[in-house]
């Protein structure tokens, strides 16, 4: 069984007149594929200089990132409306208490157990585009 399998190896290719095998794993070839084997007839990848080819790679470089850049943005379209479909609309009105998220971590004790929320303030008003102002109590000035 392995003298049939070694064969084919060890088989001398009439054009080449050099076994597969050597062939195959000469370490002597170090040269591109376009060079060893020529380019095809009619292969448009033919430049006439390098500029040619620096021009072509240029411009495959752009057509890339552009249609890179379409793909994100169509990702992130779609990433925004899959997010505004989850977001609760909050509408505060000057005068509403309401309770500051404002998480604090304390070392040795637990997420579980910490507050996470302070307050209660005075809801005073918005400041485009997300910020507001709260007001400690009826008589303290404005924290942001």
């Known amino acids: ?4 399998l070694l064969r084919p190896q060890l088989t001398v290719l009439q054009c080449t007149r050099l076994p597969a095998t050597r062939r195959m794993l000469n ?17 448009p990848e033919h430049y006439e200089s390098a500029d040619d080819f620096v021009v072509q790679q240029q411009q495959m470089t752009q057509d890339v ?3 890179a850049r379409e793909h ?6 779609r990433r925004k409306r899959y997010y505004d479909i989850r977001v609760k609309d909050r509408d505060f009105q000057p005068g509403m208490w309401v309770w500051y998220y404002y998480p604090q971590r304390y070392p040795r004790k637990s ?3 910490q507050k996470t929320y302070i307050g209660p303030y005075l809801f005073v008003s918005v ?3 997300s910020n507001a102002v709260l007001q400690k109590s009826k008589k303290r ?3 942001e």
Do not use: F, I, N
């Open 1 to 4: 069984m392995k003298r049939c």
């Open 27 to 43: 370490p002597e070839v170090y040269a591109p594929v376009h060079l060893v084997a020529g380019l095809p007839p009619g292969d």
């Open 72 to 77: 994100l943005q169509v990702a992130a379209s």
């Open 141 to 143: 000035s404005t924290a």
């Open 65 to 67: 990132y552009a249609s």
């Open 127 to 129: 400041l485009p585009p």
């Open 111 to 113: 997420p579980k157990w």
